[in-house]
C-alpha cells in the first residue's frame, strides 16, 4: 500500500463525532486527529503489513491517526534512539503513548534503556512511555531471570507519588505486571505495594490498594516466565 492510498483510505474513515466521543469518553485528546478508533487503524495495518518507510511518512503526515499507524507498521528491531526520542517528544495522550511503548518500543533493543531514561521525565506522556514500556516489557522479555525485573521496584517506589492520572495509572500497570510474570514475583511486588501503601500519597496509595487487589487473588492470572524455571 503507498502512502497516498494509505492516508486515502484513512480520509475514507474520518468522523469527526468520534473525535468528541473519544475525548468525552476515554480522554483522548487529540490534535489534526481524524476520528478513527483504534480497532479500524489495526485491520489497515494488518493490510500494510510491516514497511518502515511507509510508517515514517506516514507519522511525519502529522496525522493523528497516521502517526498510530506507524507504530503498527514500523519494525520493532529498527527501531533507533533517534527515532525514539523523536516520537516521545509528539505524545500528547495516552493512547499514541501506550501504542508505541507497547508495540514497538518495548520489543526494540532500547527498551532497558528507555526504561531507566524516561520513568525519570518530567513531561507527563514521556514518563507515562518508560512505565507504560516497563508494563509491556514483563510479556515482551519471556527469559530474563527475576533479577532484571527487581531492579524495576526502586522506580516504582520511586515515582508511586507522581498524581497526575496517565503516570500514576501506569505506575499501577508496572508493578501488577511484574507481579503477574511468575509466583515468586508475585510475592516480591505485593511486599513492594504494601511499602508504597505507606507513602503519606493518595497516588501512592491509590498504586498499591489496586494492585494489592489484583495480585493477592487466589486466582489471579499469572504467566510463567522464564519458562526453563517456572514451567514443568
Known amino acids: 500500500m503507498t502512502y497516498e492510498e494509505t492516508i486515502g483510505r484513512l480520509y475514507a474513515l474520518q468522523n469527526p463525532e468520534k473525535v468528541i466521543f473519544k475525548e468525552k469518553k476515554f480522554g483522548v485528546v487529540s490534535n489534526n486527529s481524524l476520528g478513527i478508533y483504534h480497532s479500524e487503524l489495526k485491520k489497515i495495518a494488518k493490510d500494510i503489513g510491516k514497511d518502515n518507510e511507509l510508517g515514517l511518512q506516514l507519522f511525519d503526515s502529522g496525522i ?17 534512539v533517534e527515532l525514539m526520542e523523536k516520537w516521545v517528544k509528539t505524545f500528547e495522550n495516552w493512547e499514541v503513548c501506550d501504542s508505541f511503548s507497547m508495540g514497538l518500543f518495548a520489543k526494540s533493543d532500547f527498551a532497558l534503556e528507555k526504561i531507566f531514561e524516561w520513568t525519570k521525565r518530567k513531561p507527563e506522556f514521556e514518563k507515562r512511555a518508560g512505565f507504560t514500556i516497563m508494563a509491556s516489557y ?20 520511586r515515582e508511586a ?12 500497570w508496572a508493578l501488577r505486571n511484574i507481579g503477574k510474570r511468575n509466583p515468586d514475583l508475585n510475592k516480591k511486588t505485593i511486599l513492594l ?28 492470572r499469572m504467566s510463567d516466565y522464564p519458562r526453563a524455571i517456572y514451567r514443568g
Do not use: G
Open 64 to 80: 493523528y491517526e497516521a502517526r498510530i499507524l506507524c507504530s503498527k507498521v514500523f519494525k520493532p528491531k529498527d527501531v533507533t
Open 138 to 157: 514483563c510479556m515482551a522479555d519471556k527469559l530474563s531471570d527475576n533479577v532484571l525485573f527487581e531492579t524495576f521496584f526502586p522506580i516504582i517506589k
Open 161 to 172: 507519588n507522581d498524581e497526575r492520572i496517565y503516570v500514576k495509572k501506569a505506575v499501577n
Open 193 to 220: 505495594a504494601q511499602e508504597i501503601l505507606q507513602i503519606e500519597s493518595p497516588a501512592a496509595k491509590w498504586i498499591a490498594k489496586n494492585a494489592l487487589n489484583e495480585l493477592e487473588k487466589d486466582n489471579i
